[in-house]
């Protein structure tokens, strides 16, 4: 099993900037990649952005520019750093994590809220 705890989410004028972060802990070994997703209310859930254990990224064509997905040296915790934020970008932001053993495996943390206002 493998746990995800979000934190950093919070209240942020349009323009300014936010990080998250995203724990993993317990069997962490077979994951190949994380990701972060966002749902805003009545909407779809949609991928902000991911990065795999070689380093590959892929981000939403409407952050592109402005967010940056990373990881710290011994791949425990994923980063989402979001600049110059719109109000559009409100939602709650969902930690994602992919692991390959018999099977492919996704999980998620609980989610944390992103609100953009001014």
């Known amino acids: 099993q493998v746990q995800l705890v979000e934190s950093g989410g919070g209240l942020v004028q349009p323009g300014g900037s936010l990080r998250l972060s995203c724990a993993a802990s317990g069997s962490i070994s077979a994951i190949y990649a994380m990701g972060w997703y966002r749902q805003a209310p009545g909407k779809q859930r949609e991928l902000v952005a991911e990065?795999?254990?070689?380093?590959?990224?892929n981000y939403a064509d409407s952050v592109k520019g402005r967010f940056t997905i990373s990881r710290d040296n011994v791949k425990t915790t994923v980063y989402l750093q979001m600049n110059t934020l719109k109000p559009e970008d409100t939602a709650v932001y969902y930690c994602?994590?992919?692991?390959?053993?018999?099977?492919?495996?996704?999980?998620w943390g609980q989610g944390t809220q992103v609100t953009v206002s001014s």
């Open positions: 990065i795999t254990s070689g380093r590959n990224t």
């Open positions: 994602n994590a992919r692991k390959l053993t018999a099977t492919i495996s996704n999980y």
